[in-house]
């Protein structure tokens, strides 16, 4: 699987943006998918995940009720819809994929297979 992530860009804070990962390869149906971000200095942590069959969503504490994971699997495309930026959310945006078909989302960065390259998103107060 190879995955392109897309969508970043410079915000001011309050305002949204849409990131996209695109997957080519095998089947995007039958992997858990993720995103996560990395700050200057700081860890890769998780933001949020779906599982494999999209019935299944969770989100770190600071992005809960402001950003949206989403798949559409005809596009073999995994979405994070983020709104109400703000500063702390500036980092480098990260999808990946995992090969599991477990009901519950997997957030440990270890346990992903496959990463996308970062794409920066800028948040400015």
């Known amino acids: 699987v190879q995955l392109q992530a897309s969508g970043g860009g410079l915000v001011q804070a309050g305002g949204s943006l849409r990131l996209s990962c695109a997957a080519s390869g095998r089947i995007f149906r039958n992997y858990a998918l993720g995103w996560f971000r990395q700050a200057p200095g700081k860890e890769r942590e998780f933001v949020a995940g779906?599982?494999?069959?999209?019935?299944?969503?969770y989100y770190a504490d600071s992005v809960k009720g402001r950003f949206t994971i989403s798949g559409d699997y005809a596009k073999n495309t995994v979405y994070l819809q983020m709104n109400n930026l703000i500063p702390e959310d500036t980092a480098a945006y990260y999808c990946?994929?995992?090969?599991?078909?477990?009901?519950?989302?997997?957030?440990?960065?270890?346990?992903?297979?496959?990463w996308g390259q970062g794409t920066q998103v800028t948040v400015s107060s």
């Open positions: 990946a994929a995992a090969d599991s078909t477990a009901w519950h989302v997997i957030r440990e960065r270890v346990l992903y297979d496959y």
């Open positions: 779906i599982n494999w069959r999209g019935d299944n969503t």
